[in-house]
């Protein structure tokens, strides 16, 4: 199985921030990787898919990037709705592991 | 509107058996693999199983195998988790989710609300 490490588990920012959150894969996924945002007592919601493209109706101030192993997640202008836990998901191959996740809080 | 709704969640105990359904509205949903994912309280999601736009591929979570089956009904716009055995480590949200076709690269765009299964005796 691929396992996906995700860093830092957890962080503090300020409104306004530009916040980056990592992601590595223990082998070489290509771009078969996105991005989720959850907030408490609801479901994920998806971002980023295929590394770097956004959903429809996802801020611009979201971006992914990376490719092979090593992959970012970067909030820029970090907004009061930002606030979240955000996962990574590798989906090259089953099962499609998840990060452990980063948690953005509000400093 | 594209929407997902999980049912049949509930308090089993150890060894019991438990269906889940999710009902798909707003997209073709005979054009679209499906997957079920679950988060136990405080953890974050794992991938359990998907399955192909036509129902005959499936993929499951090594932990689930031979316990666990997903089917879908492409009529009735719905897929099922059938899960038996259950074990007290199976307790969490269990959520639907449709896969993102063609340039998603397998991504998981839609989500359902979730349905709450706890394995307890």
């Known amino acids: 199985d691929i396992q996906v490490t995700q860093s830092p588990s957890s962080l503090s920012a300020s409104v306004g921030d530009r916040v980056t959150v990592t992601c590595r894969a223990s082998q070489n996924i290509g771009i078969y990787l996105a991005w989720y945002q959850q907030k408490p007592g609801r479901a994920p919601k998806a971002l980023i898919y295929?590394?770097?493209s956004l959903l429809s109706g996802v801020p611009s101030r979201f971006s992914g990037s990376g490719s092979g192993t090593d992959f970012t997640l970067t909030i820029s202008n970090l907004q009061p709705e930002d606030f979240a836990t955000y996962y990574c998901q590798q989906t090259s191959s089953t099962p499609r592991t998840f990060g452990q996740g980063t948690r953005v809080e509000i400093k | 509107e594209v929407e997902l709704v999980e049912s049949g969640g509930g308090l089993v105990q150890p060894g019991g058996s438990l269906r889940l359904s999710c009902a798909a509205s707003g997209f073709s949903f005979s054009s679209h693999w499906m997957a079920w994912v679950r988060q136990a309280p405080g953890k974050g999601p794992e991938w359990v199983a998907n399955i192909g736009d036509g129902g005959a591929r499936k993929n499951y979570l090594d932990s689930v195998k031979g316990r666990f089956t997903i089917s879908r009904d492409n009529v009735n716009n719905a897929q099922y988790l059938e899960m038996s055995s259950l074990r007290v480590e199976d307790t969490a949200v269990y959520y639907c989710?449709?896969?993102?076709?063609?340039?998603?690269?397998?991504?998981?765009?839609?989500w359902g609300q979730g349905t709450t299964v706890v394995v307890s005796s």
């Open positions: 295929a590394a770097s």
């Open positions: 989710a449709r896969v993102g076709t063609g340039r998603s690269l397998w991504a998981l765009d839609v």
